[in-house]
């Protein structure tokens, strides 16, 4: 019942016409900004990784300074062709002196070294270990030095030489030298802290201070793929970056100054915050609105439905005969017409049950009267019947023979009050008629009467063939000062019957007939009622009346030669 209803109706394109847009635009405004964010964001950490590579780039071009300038000095050269410890050591002062000057470019390195290729080795900044020899402490140079390479940068390695920290994990900044005139090579190497590295790219975490090694941070391989930094864990394959991709937004760069390839990694829960912040914004601002939507919703279909339920039980309190009902809305838009014409309705169906009533009431009352009236058409025939007696002894059989038709007539007329009878009693009716004339015509009237056998059993409204024979003889046989023939012929036309009454008077001229079938056509009930006109206009009144406007009766005649009128009447088998 409900789903069914207006209100029902009326609820359900609210909420579509209001919820589904604003859901839409909700959405699509929520994807943009998130897109727009992401975008933002993505640029950022970018940017972000980009510079913190061109500090690194900054410090490898510091160490590749230092480098040269060392590599340069011609002590530094003569230590890389020293034949013997002896001759190595008689450099040491000058050494010492160029270390120290060149450390002031970066001075957060935590020593340096210089190995020649006869294996002297001389320390700077820390304590070498007595018996550290290249081949067993710096075997990871061979790993990490290529010799048409200037500069190179090692994998993070413990310091087995030196006699204090033997452990400390470190990078190396590495530098070959050669010695062009004898052919000998050496190399330099600037020892810095993993530290200093975690310096370099601390706070690479987009969102503020926010910095560990889950949240945020930097993955460097070397060419082969092994984990360098933040702490050696073996190689990094690609299903290592895919399962980190699940939960961390990654940006890859390669620097090819280190050969190093960098992998940034952002937690997508802390770098998202910004985006699922205005996402819970937008869904709870789309949420309010839907409720107010919902809510508007509920309230505009109860004000629009509640008088249209108002006038429905009403409508239905009339249906069942209440007819004492009345809406009471004061609304001037369409809903309060539509009231104020149920109000004049059930105003006007009080007023016609009202007006049915009387005439029901005059209709019982008139029919008591008819009642009442036939005393005296029984009287007549009484007093006519006592004539009849009285001329019969006289012998006056000719005044007798119409007493008994004049009887017959008035018998006939009072011996039923159905308004339809059949043709075969209105056509009996219209015989004792023509007779009572025929005696008054004597030899010099005639009449016939032909009609189908199948018309005698149809039913037709009474005393309509009386009144138009009658015209006949009265105007159109009497004024030729002698009697003429009457002929009533009847036949079938498909789903109608045809009755026609001709006679033989003095006709009408071509003028006068129009006129006459038109005042038939268009005005016969306002002749019939209000001027007098008793017979064909009576007649043609009570057959549009009973059988509708396509029924009725038409005249033909010629000036002189009689008239025919003729009935068109609807078939009809019963009353």
Request: with cysteine; hydrophobic share 40%.
């Amino acid at each position: 019942m409900f789903r069914n209803s207006i209100f029902a109706k009326l609820l359900l394109s609210f909420l579509l016409l209001s919820t589904i847009p604003l859901m839409l635009s909700g959405l699509f405004l929520l994807k943009g900004s998130e897109r727009t964010l992401n975008e933002k964001l993505q640029r950022e950490t970018t940017n972000i990784l980009d510079q913190k590579l061109k500090t690194l780039s900054f410090f490898i071009a510091d160490m590749r300074r230092m480098g040269d300038a060392i590599a340069l000095d011609k002590d530094v050269s003569e230590f890389i062709i020293a034949p013997d410890a002896a001759a190595g050591q008689a450099l040491i002062p000058e050494l010492n002196r160029l270390l120290s000057a060149t450390q002031a470019i970066r001075p957060e390195n935590i020593g340096m070294t210089l190995i020649n290729d006869r294996g002297l080795i001389h320390a700077y900044g820390y304590e070498l270990r007595p018996d550290a020899t290249p081949q067993s402490d710096f075997h990871w140079l061979s790993a990490s030095e290529d010799k048409a390479d200037l500069y190179t940068i090692s994998q993070m390695h413990d310091r087995s030489y030196s006699a204090r920290e033997p452990t400390q994990p470190v990078f190396s900044f590495i530098r070959n030298i050669g010695n062009p005139e004898s052919g000998a090579r050496g190399v330099l190497i600037i020892d810095f802290k993993i530290e200093m590295l975690r310096d370099l790219l601390k706070n690479i975490f987009l969102m503020g201070d926010i910095y560990n090694d889950y949240a945020s941070g930097v993955i460097i391989t070397d060419r082969a793929g092994e984990i360098l930094y933040p702490y050696p864990a073996g190689l990094f394959v690609d299903e290592d970056y895919k399962r980190l991709e699940q939960n961390y937004f990654l940006i890859q760069r390669y620097d090819k100054t280190t050969d190093w390839n960098f992998t940034a990694y952002f937690l997508k829960s802390e770098l998202y915050k910004p985006i699922y912040g205005i996402r819970q914004i937008a869904l709870s601002i789309t949420i309010g609105s839907i409720i107010i939507c919902v809510i508007a919703s509920l309230i505009f279909s109860d004000r629009i439905s509640k008088p249209i339920l108002q006038l429905r039980n009403l409508m239905m309190k009339v249906g069942r005969g209440d007819f004492d009902v009345h809406y009471k809305g004061k609304s001037q838009d369409e809903i309060g017409a539509l009231g104020h014409g149920f109000n004049t309705m059930v105003r006007r169906i009080q007023d016609l049950v009202l007006q049915v009533y009387e005439e029901q009431d005059q209709k019982r009352r008139a029919e008591v009267t008819a009642m009442q009236s036939q005393i005296n058409p029984h009287f007549l025939y009484n007093t006519l019947e006592s004539i009849n007696s009285l001329a019969r002894k006289t012998k006056q059989r000719e005044i007798s023979r119409m007493i008994v038709l004049l009887g017959k007539l008035l018998r006939m007329s009072i011996s039923t009050f159905e308004d339809m009878i059949p043709i075969e009693k209105e056509v009996a009716y219209v015989r004792q008629y023509l007779e009572i004339h025929k005696l008054r015509m004597k030899e010099d009237f005639r009449y016939d009467i032909q009609l189908d056998p199948q018309l005698l059993q149809l039913y037709t409204i009474k005393w309509i063939l009386q009144p138009v024979i009658e015209n006949a003889v009265i105007h159109g046989l009497y004024p030729k000062q002698h009697a003429g023939n009457i002929e009533v012929k009847g036949w079938l036309g498909g789903e109608d019957v045809y009755i026609s009454v001709s006679d033989q008077g003095v006709g009408m001229e071509a003028k006068a007939l129009l006129q006459l079938n038109e005042d038939l056509e268009h005005r016969a009930i306002e002749l019939a009622k209000h001027h007098g006109k008793v017979g064909l206009f009576n007649v043609q009144s009570r057959i549009k009346l009973y059988f509708g406007p396509n029924y009725g009766i038409h005249v033909e005649s010629v000036g002189g030669q009689g008239m025919t009128v003729i009935f068109k009447l609807p078939r009809k088998e019963s009353t």
